[in-house]
């Protein structure tokens, strides 16, 4: 049986460095462990970083331990690369690109806290989904 292929949005992977107590610390904690495939660009690994840098005195972790997030989100993740753009679909030229990348490496959801943002991919036969929803799916209990 295959396993989901996933991206896990912006809003979803800041929540997780901001609250150890969620569903998407829980969701960053369980890429490596063959419950889904998350996928990853260089644009979005990007986003991650700009906006987790802004981010950083909110939270009790060290630039030495957002590099090891991020390192280890990519040594787990599908690295990707889009090679076509289909822009604009989605109101937000980021969310846009969050697409791009979901269709481009066969995923089935895109984990966020915006689902509102990503209104008509189901005709790219991807679903939005929270990460709570995501690991309720996954049989993983919190």
């Known amino acids: ?10 809003s979803a992977f800041i929540a997780a460095i901001l609250s150890r107590r969620g569903a998407a610390y829980k969701l960053v904690m369980l890429s490596d462990s063959g419950l889904f495939q998350a996928s990853v660009s260089v ?18 972790l060290t630039d030495s331990d957002l590099e090891d997030i991020l ?27 969050v697409l791009e ?5 066969g995923c089935v959801f895109i984990v966020t806290f915006n689902k509102r943002h990503f209104t008509g991919i ?11 929803e995501l690991l309720e799916r996954l049989g993983v209990r919190r």
């Open 1 to 10: 049986m295959s396993v989901p292929r996933i991206i896990i949005d912006t």
């Open 43 to 60: 644009p979005l690994i990007l986003e991650y970083e700009a906006v987790a840098r802004r981010l950083l005195d909110q939270t009790q």
């Open 71 to 97: 390192d280890f989100v990519c040594a787990t993740a599908n690295r990707q690369r889009v090679f076509y753009l289909w822009r604009p679909s989605l109101p937000d030229p980021q969310d846009d690109m």
């Open 101 to 105: 990348l979901a269709v481009a490496a």
């Open 122 to 132: 189901d005709r790219f036969g991807i679903e939005a989904v929270t990460p709570r």
